[in-house]
T-cell receptor, first 114, second 116 residues
Framework: DAGVIQSPRHEVTEMGQEVTLRCKPI?????LFWYRQTMMRGLELLIY????????DSGMPEDRFSAKMPNASFSTLKIQPSEPRDSAVYFC????????????FGDGTRLSIL | QQPVQSPQAVILREGEDAVINCSSS?????VHWYRQKHGEAPVFLMI?????EQKGHEKISASFNEKKQQSSLYLTASQLSYSGTYFC?????????????????FGKGTKLSVIP
């Protein structure tokens, strides 16, 4: 079975540029989560969707961050404009909305803003 | 609020046992445990639902004390492959219904190193 697929795996760009991260959840999963991982703050939830609808975006750090889920098989996380402090590993995870179901993580996007 | 994990790091020799603790200030519906190896994604280990159950997974097991809002992960007879960072993810329960929200807050992790 295909797992959660993220692209790109690595992204290096200059400050001020727009960055778009992509995620394809596991087919049939109705929850999708975006996380950011840094050494200082650990694994932080940014936003999550249920049936393509954003449920809680309180973890999105600022207006420079936006996320969309136009359909059940695709989501994007966009940063515009990017800043060096946005450098981190961004993970997408998906799960079934049932009791006792785990979240399955993608391999992540390692983002470096110069 | 982020759950607190302890210890932050631990070094074991092969065959030794370890306990990793996770404590929350919120009422919990469930606790999830994940292991992450360097440069890789977190990998699911197990879920414990409220009710104080204990689960086992080969030589890795866990318990959940709902009243104390604490969970512990037990690793017995550790193997080199157990090395990595262990995270607990806590799912709060609704103060009205007690049901979960499917939303997790992760601790900062416990780095486990197993040496020969």
């Amino acid at each position: 079975d295909a797992g959660v697929i993220q692209s790109p795996r690595h992204e290096v760009t200059e400050m001020g540029q727009e960055v778009t991260l992509r995620c394809k959840p596991i087919s049939g999963h109705d929850y999708l989560f975006w996380y950011r991982q840094t050494m200082m703050r650990g694994l932080e939830l940014l936003i999550y969707f249920n049936n393509n609808v954003p449920i809680d975006d309180s973890g999105m750090p600022e207006d420079r961050f936006s996320a969309k889920m136009p359909n059940a098989s695709f989501s994007t996380l966009k940063i515009q404009p990017s800043e060096p402090r946005d450098s981190a590993v961004y993970f997408c995870a998906s799960s079934l909305g049932q009791i006792g179901q785990p979240q399955h993580f993608g391999d992540g996007t390692r983002l470096s803003i110069l | 609020q982020q759950p607190v994990q302890s210890p932050q790091a631990v070094i074991l020799r092969e065959g030794e046992d370890a306990v990793i603790n996770c404590s929350s200030s919120k009422a919990l519906y469930s606790v999830h445990w994940y292991r992450q190896k360097h440069g890789e994604a977190p990998v699911f280990l197990m879920i414990l639902l409220k009710g104080g159950e204990q689960k086992g997974h080969e030589k890795i097991s866990a318990s959940f004390n709902e009243k104390k809002q604490q969970s512990s992960l037990y690793l017995t007879a550790s193997q080199l492959s157990y090395s990595g960072t262990y995270f607990c993810g806590t799912e709060p329960g609704s103060q009205y219904s007690g049901a979960g929200s499917y939303q997790l807050t992760f601790g900062k992790g416990t780095k486990l190193s197993v040496i020969p």
